[in-house]
């Protein structure tokens, strides 16, 4: 028993200690003051108002999702077509292949970010759309390998096997057997890429253009230039989507759960 107390203080604290900043943060995103700054003068909505009304943090924003929405598709794509590739047997040195498809997520970001400029200048697609998700998209794929090849883990291949000696082509159990067993990781693994799409600020500084501004990048960029509450709100924001995407997934999880 005083063991179990222990354990759950430990935990207790640790999340505390993760969600202070958090709970620091967040409600200076609702003060009427132009300053960070502790107690809340009163209270106001303005810079929700700036977020999405001032030309710079509407355009960020719109950027934030198109990118988010194209590396989410092009990762979630390619992550889930690897980890199927990865989970054959007959591949040759799959641990090392693995490896090469997990190495974005440990080199450097301004190592890859300087790779990223040079290689996507050669196609002449620095400071484009499809620049900065494609950048976005290496370093989401890793998530997506991770969260799928866990799911295929799980999957019992007698049942796959059975779909097929009944004479199922392999497509067809790929669509109705494999794909729906392994969607709960599909789904968790296109979350992940949207979230480091969002968040991701080193690699779009090396491609982006003036056009291609990210909701983090104009974070980033604000933090140099003025500390302002609008930073605090786009913080909201990036909380917010989150935990409702993160939801959203557990609800789907739990759906296909009941129809299985």
Do not use: C
Request: proline share 5%.
């Amino acid at each position: 028993m005083p063991m179990k107390l222990a354990k759950t203080a430990f935990a207790t604290l640790t999340i505390l200690f993760l969600v202070a900043p958090l709970i620091a943060i967040l409600p200076l995103a609702f003060t009427s003051s132009v300053i960070l700054t502790y107690p809340v003068p009163s209270w106001s909505m303005r810079w929700f108002h700036e977020l999405f009304f001032a030309d710079a943090w509407r355009r960020a924003i719109v950027n934030s999702l198109i990118v988010g929405t194209g590396t989410t598709v092009l990762a979630t794509a390619l992550g889930t077509a690897a980890s199927l590739g990865l989970r054959n047997r007959v591949v040759l040195f799959r641990g090392a292949v693995r490896t090469l498809f997990l190495l974005p997520m440990v080199v450097p970001a301004v190592v890859l970010g300087v790779g990223m400029q040079v290689l996507l200048a050669r196609f002449g697609l620095t400071n484009s759309y499809m620049g900065v998700i494609i950048a976005h998209t290496v370093v989401a794929v890793p998530f997506v390998v991770v969260s799928v090849t866990g799911a295929l883990a799980g999957i019992d291949e007698r049942v796959e096997l059975a779909a097929e000696s009944l004479g199922a082509a392999p497509a067809t159990v790929f669509r109705r057997v494999t794909l729906p067993l392994a969607m709960p990781g599909v789904l968790s693994g296109a979350v992940l890429a949207f979230a480091t799409s969002l968040d991701e600020v080193v690699l779009t500084l090396f491609v982006a253009g003036p056009n291609q501004r990210t909701l983090a990048r104009q974070m980033f960029s604000s933090i140099r230039e003025n500390i302002s509450p609008a930073i605090a709100a786009a913080a909201f924001l990036f909380i917010a989507a989150t935990l409702l995407i993160g939801l959203a997934v557990v609800l789907s999880r739990s759906v296909l759960a009941k129809r299985r």
